[in-house]
């Protein structure tokens, strides 16, 4: 017969157990087996999707995977100060050409890609928040002998404006994709677009410019692209312009337009997530900046 110190730790067990769903702050849509089992094999595919670049043996004495924090705090003190601009001429062979911004560009492979195989010519600029995938990205892209690429290392919601307002060319093209989705409500102030970087986004792009917003949580997806068609004045969903980009019922982009996976997409595709992605392209010129800096922190104070 179980003890009764013993029968009380089972009971426990048993009533956190049964209580864990509820401490979950959200639900992802039902995988199945196989594809649950298939994101194991992530690596693999991520892998295998950026093959063409080679990457792993040009970072053969700092290993190839990082450990890093998933989850960065962006209203920590240590990332309140705006980042300066770098000299463009020293990171880009021609700083006139269109520049396309990919706002949390992760490990790079993204932007990197998209720089040795893109038919346009274009520079590319990644801002990201952790430095160590910042420093390994600018391993890879000074290894590969380009000068279209490069990253920065930056808290995208305060610098922004600061760095792209400086380049000499035209903002053709803003990425966001699949930033990392703060889940908890007192946490959501913590997401990337808020409505200074909406903002500035806005102001910053050219007439004619895109952004593109996706997530593999339709939660995120949704905020960001509440945020945008509040803009109506200024931008139009792309379906309305390019019958090439097609949508579904609901206003999301039935294929990813840029021709390449992100390696949150693979992930979330091999878990057998749908990706959520919106395209709003500028066709009327802003007048004027709708929230300041000031306007934007007492926004946040009263979350």
């Not at 991520?46 to 962006?74: F, K, S, T, W």
């Not at 053709?172 to 889940?183: A, E, K, N, T």
Request: with cysteine; net charge positive; aromatic share 8%.
């Amino acid at each position: 017969m179980a003890s009764p110190a013993t029968a009380m730790a089972s009971a426990s067990l048993c009533c956190r157990l049964v209580r864990l769903p509820l401490l979950v702050p959200y639900t992802r849509r039902p995988s199945p087996i196989s594809t649950r089992c298939s994101a194991a094999q992530s690596p693999d595919a991520v892998d295998r999707e950026y093959a063409d670049l080679n990457l792993r043996p040009l970072y053969p004495n700092r290993g190839h995977h990082l450990r890093i924090r998933q989850h960065v705090n962006p209203l920590s003190s240590s990332f309140s100060e705006p980042t300066e601009p770098p000299e463009w001429k020293e990171v880009f062979e021609d700083p006139l050409l269109p520049l396309m911004v990919d706002i949390g560009c992760g490990s790079g492979r993204f932007l990197i890609w998209l720089a040795k195989n893109s038919g346009e010519r274009r520079n590319f600029l990644g801002l990201e928040i952790r430095q160590k995938l910042v420093e390994r990205s600018q391993f890879w892209v000074t290894e590969l002998g380009l000068r279209n690429v490069y990253f920065m290392f930056a808290n995208a919601t305060v610098s922004f404006n600061q760095i792209v307002s400086s380049y000499p060319g035209p903002l053709s093209l803003v990425s966001i994709l699949c930033p990392d989705p703060h889940f908890k409500k007192r946490h959501h102030k913590r997401r990337v677009l808020q409505p200074q970087l909406v903002d500035s986004i806005t102001k910053n792009l050219c007439l004619g410019g895109r952004v593109l917003l996706q997530s593999d949580v339709l939660e995120v997806a949704a905020d960001m692209r509440e945020r945008f068609d509040g803009y109506s004045d200024v931008f139009e969903h792309v379906d309305c312009i390019d019958k090439d980009l097609r949508c579904d019922n609901e206003g999301w982009l039935l294929e990813n337009p840029m021709g390449i996976r992100t390696e949150r997409e693979v992930h979330a595709e091999l878990e057998g997530a749908t990706i959520y992605r919106r395209m709003y392209q500028k066709t009327r010129v802003v007048s004027h900046q709708r929230c300041s800096s000031v306007q934007w922190t007492r926004e946040l104070s009263k979350q």
